[in-house]
Nanobody, 115 residues
Framework: QVQLVESGGGLVQTGGSLRLSCVAS????????MAWYRQAPGKQRELVAR???????EYADSVTGRFTIGRDNAKKSVYLQMNSLKPEDTAVYYC?????????WGQGTQVTVSS
């Protein structure tokens, strides 16, 4: 069983920045993906960014150039640096990790961008 604990959400004005962090309770192999998803009210959960060794990080088109995903395997953590935030980035952000063949989710952290 893997527990993921997110932190760093909050309220920010348009154009502002936030950094989300997620720490896993156990080590995640670098070849297994860690990712951030988000879900806005009335919408489906969508992939924001994903990272794993040997591949370039992947980003949703809507966040490319504004968000950066990074990972520290020694600290069992993944972060999401979000810059130039827009009201449409408002959502609950979820950390995801796959260990072996099983996927795990964090509890989510709210990000609200005011106009």
């Amino acid at each position: 069983q893997v527990q993921l604990v997110e932190s760093g959400g909050g309220l920010v004005q348009t154009g502002g920045s936030l950094r989300l962090s997620c720490v896993a309770s156990v080590s995640i192999h670098s070849s297994d993906p860690m990712a951030w998803y988000r879900q806005a009210p009335g919408k489906q959960r969508e992939l924001v960014a994903r990272i794993r060794s040997g591949r370039d990080p992947e980003y949703a088109d809507s966040v490319t150039g504004r968000f950066t995903i990074g990972r520290d395997n020694a600290k069992k953590s993944v972060y999401l640096q979000m810059n130039s935030l827009k009201p449409e980035d408002t959502a609950v952000y979820y950390c995801y990790a796959r260990r072996d063949t099983t996927g795990y989710w964090g509890q989510g952290t709210q990000v609200t961008v005011s106009s």
